[in-house]
């Protein structure tokens, strides 16, 4: 039933594709029905490149794919076009060592990361990283006479880094940022405090250094489930009286109480009559 849907022309004339090392979205049309997964030789703003199909847009996620880029689908992969790719990423971890060594013959602060060809040629994406912004226009006017395409200088930071060096994470998977996740929103302590994860950097740091993006993912759930609950500090009323929030446990819906008589108590968001005073909320 599921292939039958995918394959019906009326849904299956523009689909969500993804390419490149950065693996970016776009929405492209197509002359032919695709299944998910296919490999596709596609017309994006960068030239023709290899991309894979995510998935058809249909009217039930079309508002999703607003914002994506437009491209086109020019055919299904070949074993041409394979090998090709094949023998660019072969020649691009070359290419990445005579960037560099171009680069120090400048005398310029910037270690590349990655070089990326694409399958038509029409353009040569070096990914670097540097502490400061970079004057390369002379750099990029070597670069165009050696590889006679057309040069993009990319700075990405560190968690782009990880995304493109790729490795696994403490749970034994591939890094998430490596695999399947295209943006990559902030990740802020808060986070962490609120979902009472360790505050240990070198526990709560993924491979980039920065704060584990898988932190993200339950933040809504846990936010939600905060309003239901006053923070500590707060005085409220309870029904033994007025009392004062210790701490809380948000996924057990539970609050630790301090009463007037000095005792500590469990107590539910039902047993809260009101809140007297609020107290401050994570920062």
């Known amino acids: 039933m599921e292939t039958e849907t995918l394959r019906d022309p009326l849904t299956a004339s523009r689909y969500v ?11 492209m049309n197509s002359r032919s029905a695709h299944l998910r997964g296919d490999k596709v030789v596609a017309r ?22 607003d914002n994506l880029p437009n491209g086109t689908i020019q055919r299904p992969v070949s074993p041409q076009d394979l ?8 020649q691009a971890d070359r290419d990445a060592v005579d960037c560099q060594s171009i680069i120090d013959g400048f005398g310029l ?42 040069i993009e200088m990319r700075q990405i930071g560190a968690r782009d880094e990880a995304k493109l060096l790729g490795d696994y994470g403490d749970c034994g998977k591939p890094l998430c940022c ?11 302590m808060r986070m962490a405090k609120l979902q ?3 505050l240990d950097p070198n526990k709560i740091s993924g491979r980039c250094g920065r704060l584990k993006c898988c932190l ?19 005085e409220i009323l309870t029904r033994e009286g007025r009392a004062r ?39």
């Open 109 to 150: 602060d910037m270690s590349v990361v990655e070089v990326e060809r694409i399958l038509g040629g029409e353009q040569f994406t070096i990914y670097y990283t540097a502490t400061d912004r970079i004057d390369f226009r002379e750099l990029v006017k070597r670069l165009a006479a050696k590889y006679h395409t057309r």
């Open 196 to 198: 009472k994860a360790t």
């Open 245 to 283: 929030v210790i701490s809380v446990e948000l996924l057990a819906q539970q609050m630790l109480v301090s009463t007037e008589d000095n005792r500590r108590i469990l107590i539910t968001p039902s047993d809260c009559l009101s809140v007297i005073k609020r107290g401050l909320e994570l920062s």
């Open 216 to 234: 993200r993912y339950e933040q809504d759930h846990y936010e939600e489930l905060a309003k239901q609950l006053p923070p500590p500090g707060s």
């Open 17 to 27: 594709v993804r390419c490149g090392v950065q693996r970016l979205l776009y929405a």
């Open 83 to 90: 090998s090709t790719d094949t023998t660019q990423k072969e």
């Open 178 to 188: 490596s695999t399947y996740l295209n943006d990559m929103p902030p990740v802020s």
């Open 44 to 65: 994006t703003n960068r030239g023709l490149e290899l991309g894979e199909i995510l998935c058809p847009i249909t009217e039930t996620n079309i508002s999703s794919t």
